[in-house]
């Protein structure tokens, strides 16, 4: 053989191989391809009753089949937050290999196990496992009432002992997969004694023409239904005439008002002006700083980091880095961006701090640092020893805490304090288009209708009001089982918010203004956010009218429900301030001072 035939024949052995659809692509469940009879991973997670989405436990606290040893999936912190717990499992489900009547284990059921599962299945516990990242679900046993006799008026309980799979591929990629318990194959467990039981479980294969780039569609098919759609648009037309008669209103009523004002105070008549104008005698108060100055720039830096923070998440949803079933990445996300837009809070606190004193911006800082940080601390503690207490998945391992307070100690707090350098390096100093007088006047009495409590009311019923209908389905999402497939929608309904916010602050600070109230700092803060306080109350309702029941769900959806919502009045506060300060900043930049 010549010298020229041997490297034609290894060329072309290399070519072969390289044409190799094998040597190509290799299976493996890091790119979801596999070959016939190749392992597939699947992983047990949690079981859960139905009603109380905040309640899992660990797959292996009711006495199923288990390996030995039980191998713990290593997880993200994502994950572990969101109360995952994945471990191995005795199920093989070898890809596109079926199995009949296959044999998990033979199991003794004592007197305790029986009694374990009796209430897993009176409280409509279900299972959930992973299979190729595929989330599928199913239920422990089922319930039958045998009560057609006087003699026989009590239920019976049944435990599945045989579970069904039905698994859909397309090609070497796995599309779909279903976990169904034969309600034929069931063990009587009403009474508390020891039984024998076989489980065993069946793999049947089927092809389907859906793409394996589409297999997580089906998870939000339910939400996606046109009846959901148009409840959406319908709270988004809503909120939109809403916000359009609220312009109007402010168009015919309080812009026709401030320009007599402005025209008024432009004339240079002093009886006319004290007989018309009640705002233009506190210019040299409207701008004297309000009290507690530091928790007020704090405020407003939390305010503006949260704000930033929601909209990056509405880009990570947009960039399709956040979906539906995507294990973790939402607290993940959370985290890493609290962390990161931490040195926005440290910007604008000390950059608002350095406008009123050129010292003492860093207490400041700290309480920007404890802001909000310290009450999700707080609450956070408390709802980790109810979860402990319970046994709950909820409850977050000692690793993963050390984790969040060293992530908060070398992430969060240096970037917080870059922030403030940063501030306090391009410092400007305030410049009000009034001088404020050496001592304040007095201040009126006022109607009861003038005071901080009802402004609060109509600064927070109207936007909530406006958003009601959507932050249904956000409850729903977020303490149930339906999937929020409309994010656009979502993030329509929230510049909505911040809009109404915006205007009704204006609206609320002109009227404070006008009965000669110059102590407008705070109160546009708290009328701002005053429309959490009916989000919290709404959640509450809705908590009332669901199936949700038992201490851990409660303090769960309470605990977490106030840490929303107390984001929630921080942002719309700090809308509310600054579009006030913008409002009273014009007025009285277009009026000639005295």
Request: aromatic residues 16%; neutral net charge; proline residues 4%.
């Amino acid at each position: 053989m010549s010298k020229m035939e041997a490297f034609n024949r290894s060329l072309l052995l290399i070519l072969l191989l390289l044409t190799d659809p094998r040597s190509i692509v290799a299976s493996s469940p890091n790119n979801h391809r596999y070959n016939v009879g190749d392992h597939v991973p699947l992983f047990v997670n949690k079981v859960a009753p139905l009603d109380n989405p905040s309640e899992t436990y660990q797959y292996y606290e009711l006495p199923f089949c288990r390996p030995d040893p039980v191998i713990q999936k290593k997880e993200s912190l994502g994950e572990v937050l969101s109360g995952d717990r994945l471990t191995s499992a005795l199920y093989k489900l070898n890809y596109r290999e079926n199995k009949v009547a296959e044999t998990l284990c033979h199991k003794k059921l004592q007197g305790d196990d029986v009694a374990k599962f009796r209430d897993a299945v009176i409280n409509d516990f279900y299972f959930q496992m992973y299979y190729d990242d595929l989330p599928f679900w199913g239920f422990v046993g089922k319930i039958e009432d045998y009560g057609w006799t006087l003699e026989d008026k009590s239920p019976k309980y049944f435990l599945f002992k045989h579970v069904e799979f039905n698994v859909f591929y397309n090609g070497n990629h796995v599309i779909e997969v279903h976990a169904i318990g034969d309600p034929n194959r069931v063990v009587d467990i009403t009474e508390d004694v020891g039984i024998d039981v076989e489980f065993t479980y069946s793999v049947t294969w089927n092809t389907t023409s859906a793409a394996f780039d589409t297999r997580m569609d089906r998870y939000s098919r339910a939400s996606s239904l046109p009846f959901h759609q148009k409840i959406h648009w319908f709270s988004f037309i809503n909120s939109f005439i809403t916000i359009v008669l609220l312009i109007g209103l402010l168009a015919l009523l309080f812009v026709r008002r401030l320009k007599n004002d402005l025209r008024t105070f432009s004339t240079g008549d002093d009886e006319e002006e004290d007989r018309e104008v009640g705002w233009k005698y506190i210019h040299g108060d409207i701008f004297r700083y309000p009290r507690n100055k530091s928790l007020f720039c704090a405020v407003m830096g939390m305010g503006t980091q949260l704000l930033t923070l929601v909209c990056c998440l509405f880009v990570l949803v947009s960039l399709g880095v956040l979906y539906p079933y995507n294990r973790g990445t939402l607290c993940t996300a959370l985290v890493i961006l609290y962390s990161l837009t931490s040195v926005v809070a440290g910007y604008t606190t000390v950059s608002f701090h350095c406008q009123f004193a050129e010292t003492g911006w860093g207490r400041s800082v700290l309480l920007a640092g404890i802001m909000y940080a310290g009450p999700l601390f707080v609450i956070g503690s408390i709802l980790n020893v109810v979860a402990v207490s319970y046994g709950a998945t909820a409850a977050l391992p000692f690793g993963t805490i050390m984790v969040i307070i060293l992530i908060y100690t070398f992430l969060t707090i240096p970037l917080l304090v870059l922030g403030g350098v940063i501030g306090n390096r391009f410092r400007s100093e305030f410049q009000p288009p009034c001088a404020t007088k050496r001592y304040p006047r007095d201040i009126p009495p006022l109607a009861w209708y003038r005071k901080t409590p009802c402004q609060m009311f109509l600064g927070g019923f109207l936007p909530f009001s406006a958003i009601v209908l959507e932050l249904q389905h956000l409850y729903a999402s977020l303490w149930g089982y339906r999937i929020f497939t409309l994010p656009s929608i979502l993030f329509i309904m929230f510049i909505i918010l911040i809009l109404l916010t915006a205007i009704l602050s204006v609206g609320l600070t002109y009227i404070q203004l006008s009965v000669e109230d110059y102590q407008w700092w705070w109160r546009s803060v708290l009328c701002g956010g005053s429309t959490s306080i009916f989000m919290f109350a709404y959640g509450i309702y809705f908590y009332a009218r669901s199936s949700m029941s038992g201490l851990l769900q409660f303090s769960f959806f309470v605990g977490y429900n106030a840490c929303m919502c107390y984001a929630f009045f921080l942002m719309l506060g700090t809308v509310g301030f600054r579009s006030s300060l913008m409002f009273v900043r014009y007025i009285y930049r277009s009026v000639k001072s005295e």
